[in-house]
């Protein structure tokens, strides 16, 4: 038996119509209208401020005369305005104002020892719950040994829950020997 190959068969071509469409062209759109106020207006007319991004290039830090003198003037400020109303006034923060409340209630020797001693808010509040006779000492061992704040306010605290002597703790936690003399309550 042989086997006989038959010819393929071949499928009849079909055509098919071929339809031409052209796109639209384009119509570009209408910028929409701005409703625009007139204080926005009077906006965009004023030149922009290049505003500075760090809190240390915007405002220099308060200390020594500049604290003394901030603190002046918030004592003359602070009469029947809120602490928004204070900090616009004095172009600052709403924190720093908040500190200089508290700073406002520092007696004059602690205001004397920021000028002279060229202290911060935050040594000056430090060093405020100590005796008289500690506080120019303590003043001048924060310049030189660069205490962290929180030592002296923990002291302080410890002192009042009476849990230590201004004496015993100065010489424990700070390796500061002053007299005993001078850490007697003045």
Known sequence: MEVVQSPARKK???FVPIWIV??????????????????ARARSAEPHKNVTR??????????????????????????????REIAARMDCS?????????????PDDVLLLIETRHLSMQAALAIA??????????????????FPMWQLEYIALLVKRGQGSWHGLLKERLELVIPVEDTLES
Do not use: W
Not at 23 to 35: G, I, R, S
Not at 62 to 74: K, P, Q, S, V
């Open 12 to 14: 009849p071509v079909q």
């Open 22 to 39: 052209r796109k639209p062209t384009l119509v570009p759109k209408a910028e929409p209208v701005k409703k625009e106020t007139v204080i």
């Open 54 to 83: 760090t809190r240390k290039e915007k405002n220099p830090p308060l200390r020594g005369t500049a604290l003394n003198e901030a603190i002046r003037r918030y004592r003359e400020i602070k009469k029947g305005l809120t602490q």
């Open 94 to 106: 709403d924190q720093t104002v908040h500190m200089l409340s508290k700073c406002a209630s520092l």
């Open 129 to 146: 719950p100590f005796p008289i006779a500690v506080r120019p000492k303590l003043a001048d061992s924060i310049g030189h040994h660069a």
